[in-house]
């Protein structure tokens, strides 16, 4: 759940994110028959869609890029089709525009949009929690408190790719767990810009290791079946989030 230094201006930020992707690819980057840490078993277009929004979440694609899906199918080494399936995906949740015949960009990172978007995460968040505590399998369980750990280590090590990777897992993990379709359909359009916001600016003002611990928190109550207490510490967390997200801009 859930980015270095405050956002450049767009003008300039976008002249150098084109020009960053459309350097050329190594050439053995160009032979790759599948995206970078693809997962076998699963689709063409789930494995394009899971690598372009963590290079999305991550800033590799910076907001305000121009790409294309001839662009994307080079950089990624997999077909258009399932590049343009996951683009409309991506574009669900807002982190790309899709403008047709013209092309495609990366969202911008838009404070309001993220504060009034945190007002959802509350209210659903604390939902998902309990019900995952409830309704979680005992295989989901172990999984969650074995996220737990990795975030701390992760934080521990100071690894903000393998903390956004855990995060990603615990969101999914979360909301599959509490089996209820409309609160998964309403996490699956915010997760990824909660994500590239907390990527963008943690270095500046979070604690990843407070970070950690509350996520873990939440894990750890899911786990042992205890959806009072996943419902508080959902809560403490998303109080950490918004309370970080204001410190960014200096919204009180």
């Known amino acids: 759940m859930l980015g270095a230094s405050p956002v450049p201006r767009s003008t300039r930020r976008s002249a150098v994110a084109r020009a960053a992707i459309a350097r050329p690819l190594p050439t053995r980057a160009r032979r790759r028959t599948k995206p970078r840490g693809g997962v076998l078993g699963l689709s063409l277009t789930e494995q394009a869609y899971r690598a372009l929004e963590e290079q999305i979440v991550t800033l590799r694609i910076p907001p305000g890029t121009v790409v294309s899906e001839a662009i994307l199918g080079a950089r990624l080494g997999i077909g258009r089709t399932p590049i343009r399936e996951a683009l409309w995906r991506l574009a669900r949740e807002r982190l790309v525009t899709i403008i047709p015949h013209r092309g495609i960009i990366v969202s911008e990172i838009d404070i309001k949009l993220q504060l009034r978007l945190l007002e959802l995460r509350r209210e659903v968040e604390r939902l998902v929690a309990s019900r995952a505590a409830k309704r979680a ?48 359909s309403a996490m699956s359009l915010v997760h990824g810009l909660s994500r590239r916001f907390w990527y963008l600016h943690y270095k500046e003002a979070a604690d990843m290791p407070l970070a950690a611990r509350l996520h873990a928190e939440v894990a750890r109550a899911i786990a042992r079946g205890d959806g009072q207490a996943a419902g508080r510490a959902s809560d403490a967390l998303l109080d950490y989030i918004e309370d970080f997200a204001r410190a960014t801009v200096g919204i009180d």
Not at 146 to 162: H, K, P, Q, S, V
Not at 175 to 183: I, K, L, Y
């Open 137 to 184: 399998t005992s295989s989901e369980r172990q999984r969650l408190d074995e996220i737990a750990a990795g975030m701390e280590a992760a934080a521990a090590a100071n690894d903000d790719t393998a903390f956004v990777r855990l995060d990603r897992e615990f969101n999914e993990l979360t909301v599959a767990a509490a089996r209820n379709e409309f609160a998964s």
